[in-house]
Each structure stands twice: as C-alpha cells, then as structure tokens.
C-alpha cells in the first residue's frame, strides 16, 4: 500500500474551502489552457463544476483569482489574475512548508500502519 507523504491543506471561510489542492490544480489548468473549460477538460470535470469552484474562490477573496471574458467573435477565456498568481504560489509555500515540517511524524506514523484496509 502507498501512503501519502503530504498533508492535504485547505484555506477556509467560514465552512466554505476558499483554497485548496483541487482549487489550486484548477488554477494552474486555466492558466495552461486559457480557459475554464479547457481547463475543466484537462481536469477531466464538468464545466459546471470547474466554473462553480472559480465563483467560489473569487466570492473568497477581496479581488478575483480568475478573470473571465464571455464568447463572441473572438470567443471567451479566462485568466489568473495577478491576485490569482500570489495566492497560489503562497498556497504551494505553505504546503511545502507543512511537509516538510511533519515529514519525520508521519513517517513514523505511517511504519505503524498494516496494508490492511
């Protein structure tokens, strides 16, 4: 059996998850793709979903982590904004920071564990 050598850390609102792992991965999939559907494509998600997690984060935070831009001639798309770009390399700071300071703990932990589920 694998173990997980992370912890999964989530900012929270209230009892809203205002940014976490999958918020983060979605993040750096619209600034790949350009938009929240390829994006949510890439992510193998509805576009629903995707586009419900970008309104979450953006009623989050003072300012919107991802722009949008509707369909027309030119079509739609989405970016990060420059709001959008701090707050992820922060988040991918502390959870770097957070393995490495349990790193040795869980380690333990988990040569206490069975394969067993």
Known sequence: MTYSKTIRLRVMQGDTIAFGPGKA???????????????AREMEMSYRRAWLL???MNRCFSNPLVATATGGARGG????????????????????KADASIAADLGYLHSLMTDNK
């Open 25 to 39: 991965d979605l993040l750096q999939a619209i600034e790949r793709t350009g938009s929240i559907s390829g994006a």
């Open 54 to 56: 970008v309104e979450e």
């Open 77 to 96: 798309g989405a970016v990060v904004t420059e709001l959008g770009r701090e707050v992820l390399a922060r988040y991918q700071r502390m959870q770097k």
